[in-house]
């Protein structure tokens, strides 16, 4: 009875160690900046802090370029097929798990899509960054599951990380080129008026 009851002991044993490699089969990949794109805004994807990714349950990885898009994604799509949702620590880019990070929040702070949210592995991290910044409020996992996840498009304006200025960016761009070419064509214009008045000149000259 004692020799069963130890093999039982050590085939649980067995069981739980299995289940424990099991829940860290999961595993992030790599972000590849000349490749990978946002699956939910479809904006390329910085090999930063902001990045996020899920591993689905069958080995897909989908990658985000700022939480907001995971969660998106989850609001969008459900959870069952989800393996392990992973994020960033902002100091240090290590990948973190999902639910055992700390966040920071402020409708203010700068992030890729604007939704505000920077990710740390140690709270005491989150909380030296809220001090920092002089503003800002400490969440968990817990917590994000019934934030509001609103995007601050005022954010999405500025020069910070948030992408959209990247459109803008690209439409100052074609302002400038369209003010090149004003200018060249006004440079233009006048060597035109300037050729004009020395052929009136030569003109008159010749007349006298």
């Known amino acids: 009875m004692r020799k069963k009851t130890g093999w039982l002991a050590v ?9 424990a490699c099991g829940g860290e089969k999961y595993e992030a990949q790599a972000i590849n900046e000349e490749t990978d794109i946002c699956v939910i805004c ?10 996020t990714q899920i591993v689905t349950k069958d080995g897909q990885s989908l990658k985000f370029d700022d939480i907001g898009c995971l969660n998106t994604w989850k609001t969008e799509n459900g959870t069952d097929t989800i393996g392990a949702a992973f ?9 973190l798990r999902y639910e055992k990070a700390y966040y920071a929040y402020d409708p203010t702070y700068q ?12 709270q005491e ?3 030296a960054f809220i001090a920092e910044q002089g503003k800002g409020t400490l969440m968990t996992a817990d917590d994000l599951a019934s934030h509001t996840w609103k ?22 761009e074609g302002h400038g080129d369209a003010h090149k070419e004003d200018a060249h064509g006004d440079a233009h214009e006048d060597v035109q ?9 030569k003109e008159e000259a010749h007349s006298a």
Request: aromatic share 8%; charged share 30%.
């Open 87 to 95: 994020v960033r620590d902002y100091d240090t880019k290590q990948w």
């Open 193 to 201: 008026k300037e050729d004009a008045h020395k052929e009136a000149h």
């Open 151 to 172: 995007v601050n498009m005022e954010m999405m304006n500025t020069d910070g990380h948030g992408h959209s200025h990247g459109h803008d960016g690209a439409e100052a």
């Open 111 to 122: 992030t890729p899509m604007a939704y505000g949210i920077v990710s740390f592995e140690k």
């Open 125 to 127: 991290d989150a909380e």
């Open 42 to 51: 479809k904006m390329a994807i910085k090999d930063d802090q902001y990045a």
């Open 11 to 19: 085939v649980m044993a067995a069981m739980f160690a299995l289940a």
